[in-house]
């Protein structure tokens, strides 16, 4: 049942954002603004779009470093676009699953000490978001999304102070887990929160992290002022980019289908650009980066046989 309703309010609000982006559309006007696209500046954000996922994959290197059999560049790169391509195929997510499952079978690591990395990858990321609305607030006064990004932050540090210092709840938790491969994982998790980054480590994820997110703001600033020829300055185009950034993070659905380009309309109409006209960069925007990483994804997932069924299985040296 819980199931059910879960399903049931992701396809409303799927629809709800779809209708929305659609709404007082006319195609024909949609047609002729994809047209007026120069496929020599499609290619060029395209090969750009490629930059971040080289710099994911070095922060997740870094991340990884004395954990087992330290994976190559290579490795993490593949992980990474795994992991963005379930995630444009799959709800809640679990293309981050896929991603620990893939680097498991590729260094040995136990999933534990893997997904405490990924927990760090996306604190980071959301400490990457702060700063974004951060900017917002400085150029519109507005907190709509300060003020949430700021409450989990503060939250997601007071978790790892608390893990840190008095971890009995937890462990009284962990121990209760139903299935003991679920529990390992869990003790694996605490041990990383506890053991925390060096500041060597901790520096480098600052650093990587501030160069992915702004080369996935510069792709969706090329499209909108580049290809999509719309007059609007760096602070406009960073609250669209914070826009999407936020609809991609709430697992609704895979890949922010319907809601990315329904935030590009709301957004952009905010500052008088046409529907037709929003709606045209935001499926461009979101499609260069969708379809490769979708691509590359499934390639790796079909090569490497990867099975999400295998993340809570037992291995012999755990």
């Given at each position: 049942m819980g199931t059910a309703l879960s399903w049931a309010l992701r396809a409303s609000v799927i629809a709800a954002c779809v209708t929305f982006a659609l709404w007082d559309i006319d195609l024909e006007q949609l047609v002729v603004a994809l047209q007026h696209y120069d496929l020599a500046k499609l290619g060029a954000v395209?090969?750009?779009?490629?930059?971040?996922?080289?710099?994911?994959?070095?922060?997740?290197?870094?991340?990884?470093?004395?954990?087992?059999?330290?994976?190559?560049?290579?490795?993490?790169?593949?992980?990474?676009?795994?992991?963005?391509g379930m995630n444009n195929l799959l709800p809640a997510r679990l293309g981050e699953l896929a991603k620990v499952v893939y680097l498991r079978q590729r260094c040995g690591a136990s999933s534990g000490s893997l997904m405490g990395a990924v927990f760090w990858e996306r604190f980071a990321d959301v400490h990457a978001l702060l700063c974004f609305s951060a900017l917002t607030v400085l150029g519109f006064g507005r907190t709509d999304a300060f003020a949430p990004m700021a409450i989990a932050v503060a939250a997601g540090w007071a978790g790892i102070l608390w893990a840190r210092h008095h971890p009995r709840p937890f462990e009284w938790l962990i121990k209760r887990f139903p299935v003991e491969a679920l529990a390992r994982v869990g003790r694996d998790i605490l041990r990383s929160l506890q053991r925390g980054l060096d500041w060597r480590v901790s520096a480098e994820l600052v650093s990587w992290t501030i160069v992915t997110w702004t080369f996935y703001a510069l792709h969706v600033y090329l499209v909108v002022v580049w290809i999509a020829e719309i007059d609007l300055g760096v602070l406009e185009v960073l609250t669209v980019f914070l826009g999407v950034s936020i609809g991609m993070v709430v697992p609704v659905s895979p890949g922010a289908l319907g809601i990315y380009e329904a935030i590009f309309v709301l957004v952009l109409g905010w500052y008088g650009v046409p529907p037709e006209k929003a709606l045209a960069a935001g499926l461009t925007a979101h499609m260069l980066q969708y379809l490769p990483t979708t691509v590359v994804g499934a390639v790796v997932l079909a090569r490497a046989d990867v099975s999400l069924r295998s993340f809570t299985s037992r291995r012999q040296n755990d």
């Open positions: 395209l090969t750009i779009s490629f930059v971040p996922y080289l710099t994911m994959a070095r922060r997740l290197a870094v991340l990884l470093r004395g954990i087992a059999d330290e994976p190559t560049l290579g490795i993490t790169l593949l992980a990474s676009l795994l992991a963005l």
